[in-house]
C-alpha cells in the first residue's frame, strides 16, 4: 500500500493506494499517525479512493485510528470510499464511528 501527504492548512489528508489490510502496511500508517499527533497535526483526512479492498485488521486500523484521534482532541474524516468499503462499514455497524465523505473537497469543508 503507498500514501501521498498533503496539508490543507491545519488539516492532513492521506491519500491511500492499494489494498487496507494488516502487516507491515498497517503498522506504517499507524506510525504515521502517530507521528502527526506528536507534531500537534490532530486532524486527519483518509483518502480511500485509492483503496480497492479493506479487511478485518483494515477495519481495526481505521477503528484505533480514530480513537486515537479524537483522545487527542482532534478528528478523523473519512473520504472517498468505494461503494463496497462503504458496504462493508455498514454491514460491520461502523458508519456511526466514522464522519464519511464522498470526496476529500466534501471533508475539508465539512465543519464536524
Do not use: C, W
Request: proline fraction near 2%; charged fraction near 15%.
Amino acid at each position: 500500500m503507498k500514501s501521498t501527504t498533503v496539508q490543507h492548512g491545519p488539516v492532513t489528508v492521506i491519500a491511500l493506494e492499494g489494498n487496507l489490510m494488516g502487516g507491515p502496511d498497517a503498522s506504517t500508517l499507524n506510525s504515521q499517525l502517530h507521528a502527526l499527533l506528536g507534531q500537534g497535526q490532530k486532524h486527519v483526512v483518509l483518502d480511500l479512493s485509492g483503496v480497492g479492498f479493506i479487511n478485518s485488521s483494515g477495519l481495526g486500523l481505521l477503528i484505533g485510528s480514530v480513537n486515537a484521534m479524537q483522545s487527542a482532541g482532534g478528528s478523523l474524516k473519512v473520504a472517498g470510499a468505494s461503494e463496497k468499503i462503504r458496504g462493508i462499514i455498514k454491514i460491520t455497524k461502523l458508519e456511526r464511528l466514522f464522519d464519511m465523505y464522498s470526496t476529500v473537497e466534501e471533508a475539508l469543508a465539512a465543519k464536524k
